[in-house]
């Protein structure tokens, strides 16, 4: 038994002078620990505003910024833990980190794909909510933006989760990025008819709509003729919006005012050629 006391007040002994010839180090560890900490909360902050003023998007802020807090804590870290003397188990920890989070991505590949999608689309995002998009043959409303999917509306009323990695590697069709689209229809005449004034009356049809745009401006052309007929094209522009489909009610009451007036003209729409 007194054997053992010996030894174990051996034992304290030696910690106890360890931990004296270690003071200086742990100061010092304490002190960066400290300056780091100030550091990060800096840089945190400075990263945030920064990421928010190009990103537009909490969530993506959010993402971002806690990856860099996570890798300069662990840089500050290995840092402290190396002044103690403890480099050793620093390495072993890293290495230990590096292969679990090689492991973890590897069996969820599929998910920080579309994470890592959601990211670059936040940068530089082809819509934003509210707009009316198309991709894949799915064509609705964007309801909701996250780094994982995009929740669009379809005409419908059906909600679409769309991973982001979708998005990203397909062609995208945004029918209000810009707040204007052109839409057109073709009207098939007689050669023998007066078509210089059948043009002017069916601009003058499209015109009276209060959706449709002065600027840029209604238009109407020959398109083409053959035989004893003769095609116009008739192309307009309008804004999207607060459209919940590409225009599709206003090109129907159009072509509605346009019908009524042929019928009233007694214009003869001659049949196609088959």
């Not at 106890?16 to 550091?39: E, N, T």
């Not at 840089?75 to 290495?95: C, E, H, Q, R, V």
């Not at 989760?161 to 990203?168: D, G, M």
Request: charged share 20%; glycine share 6%.
């Amino acid at each position: 038994m007194k054997q053992e006391f010996i030894i174990f007040s051996n034992q304290l002994e030696h910690i106890w002078i360890s931990f004296l010839h270690k003071i200086p180090a742990i100061i010092v560890a304490l002190l960066v620990m400290a300056i780091g900490i100030f550091v990060i909360k800096f840089t945190s902050g400075y990263a945030r505003k920064t990421i928010h003023e190009k990103a537009k998007d909490s969530i993506v802020t959010t993402f971002l910024v806690n990856i860099i807090s996570i890798v300069l804590t662990l840089f500050l870290a290995s840092i402290s833990l190396g002044i103690l003397g403890f480099g050793n188990i620093t390495d072993k920890i890293l290495a230990g980190t590096a292969i679990t989070t090689f492991i973890v991505g590897f069996a969820l590949k599929d998910i920080g794909e579309n994470f890592l999608a959601g990211i670059l689309m936040a940068f530089r995002r082809p819509f934003k909510i509210g707009d009316l998009i198309e991709v894949q043959k799915i064509r609705g409303k964007v309801k909701e933006l996250s780094l994982r999917e995009t929740n669009i509306q379809t005409l419908d009323g059906k909600d679409v989760f769309i991973p982001n990695s979708i998005i990203l590697k397909n062609p995208l069709e945004n029918y209000t990025y810009h707040q204007l689209l052109r839409s057109e229809f073709l009207l098939t005449l007689k050669i023998e008819d007066d078509v210089e004034k059948i043009m002017v009356d069916v601009l003058k049809i499209v015109n009276t709509f209060e959706e449709v745009e002065k600027s840029p401006k209604a238009s109407i052309t020959i398109a083409d003729f053959e035989d004893n007929k003769v095609k116009i094209r008739c192309s307009y522009w309008f804004k999207t919006t607060d459209v919940t489909a590409p225009g599709g009610g206003l090109r129907s009451e159009i072509l509605r005012k346009v019908l009524v007036y042929i019928k009233s003209n007694n214009i003869t729409i001659p049949p196609a050629t088959t």
